[in-house]
């Protein structure tokens, strides 16, 4: 079984379609992957669809980084 | 990509104009399920598709209530998987002189109209974004840009369906999904075969054409906007109404 980190990069990965290598804990959705609104609501749903869970919308936004990702999916899961 | 093994929700699909679409989007290979307001209606869906020898079945689903239309794209998604084409044809009147206008007809006309555009639209997106692939045709009216006196309501219903289609599809154009409007002039349907003789005639002197549409006038438009080739046609409204209103 894959860790949370893992899988949320995994994501990430497809749903930004960045590499693997490019996608450090620090980095951001926005500056660093090139997301653009779309993107992050899509990768939201995505996360919600792989850990089962529901992100309301006023936390979504809060969810800048992959490392904010996974905290967020590591503390509601 | 052909549109053979994809799945097409059409709103309102038992009578008229919602009837042909759910056919001549059918005879394109889609998998179509027609919505109704009654089981008598989604039966009669069903069994018309079935006597054409075409793939698709109705359901009950009343688009002015959200919770029915969850339950009903639930239903259909684990049936037949996520809906990629959506008609939003379904559609009300209740005509009267502002004066006289309630707040009910009001507010009657703008939730089935125009509110279960938004909640059908939304519902389909998730499915529509994960595939790359999506087309969303909203059935709106020559009244949208023309005006018509006693429908205050249904003008500002429908005109709200296109300003909205416009902002879909900006929001979705680089996902692979469309968003148009198609708008019927006067077509042959219950809708108006309610006019008397003398409304009839009046109508008929405004239209270049000389005649009613028919309800397969409007399907052949939107299975163009359905069709792979349709993917670079988007924000658009399309008029279907003999040369009466050129927008």
Same mark, same amino acid.
């Given at each position: ?19 693997? %290598?490019?996608?450090?804990? %620090?980095? %951001? ?7 653009? %609104? ?40 | ?28 290979? #889609? ?10 209606? !989604? ?31 639930? !239903? ?10 959506? #008609? ?20 009657? $006309? ?13 519902? #389909? ?16 009216? #020559?009244? &949208? *840009? ?10 500002? !219903?429908?005109?709200? $369906? ?13 996902? *692979?999904?469309? &968003? ?38 409007? !399907? ?21 109404? *003999? ?5």
């Amino acid at each position: 079984m894959s860790t949370v980190e893992e899988r949320v990069k995994k994501i990430v990965c497809e749903q930004l379609g960045v590499k693997e %290598s490019e996608v450090q804990n %620090s980095s %951001s959705f926005v500056e660093d992957l090139g997301a653009d %609104s779309l993107d992050t609501v899509e990768l939201v749903m995505a996360l919600e669809e792989e850990f089962e869970t529901e992100i309301p919308d006023e936390e979504a936004e809060k969810l800048a980084s992959v490392q904010d990702a996974i905290d967020y999916i590591v503390a509601h899961t | 990509m052909s549109l053979e093994g994809k799945t097409a929700l059409v709103t309102g699909a038992t009578r008229g104009i919602g009837k042909a679409i759910a056919r001549a989007l059918a005879e394109q290979g #889609v998998e179509v399920v027609g919505t109704a307001t009654s089981a008598e209606g !989604a039966e009669s869906i069903t069994a018309a598709l079935k006597e054409a020898g075409l793939n698709g079945y109705g359901i009950v689903m009343n688009v002015a209530d959200p919770d029915s239309i969850e339950a009903g794209l639930k !239903a259909v998604t684990e049936k037949s998987g996520a809906p990629l084409i959506l #008609v939003n044809n379904a559609g009300i009147t209740r005509d009267n002189l502002l004066m006289r206008l309630k707040d009910d007809d009001w507010t009657s $006309v703008l939730e089935t109209n125009l509110s279960s555009v938004y909640r059908t639209s939304k519902a #389909v997106l998730r499915g529509m974004a994960k595939a790359r692939w999506g087309r969303i045709i909203n059935i709106s009216s #020559v009244v &949208a *840009g023309m005006g018509n006196p006693g429908q205050g309501n249904y003008c500002a !219903a429908k005109a709200g $369906v296109e300003g909205f289609t416009r902002s879909l599809a900006k929001e979705m154009s680089n996902r *692979g999904i469309t &968003a148009n409007c198609v708008a019927p002039g006067f077509i042959d349907t219950d809708m108006t075969r309610k006019l008397d003789d003398k409304q009839r005639e009046a109508m008929l002197e405004v239209i270049p054409a000389g005649r009613l549409g028919e309800p397969e006038e409007v !399907a052949a438009v939107v299975a163009f906007l359905a069709s792979e080739p349709a993917a670079y046609v988007t924000g658009e409204t399309i008029h279907v109404n *003999g040369g009466m209103y050129m927008g």
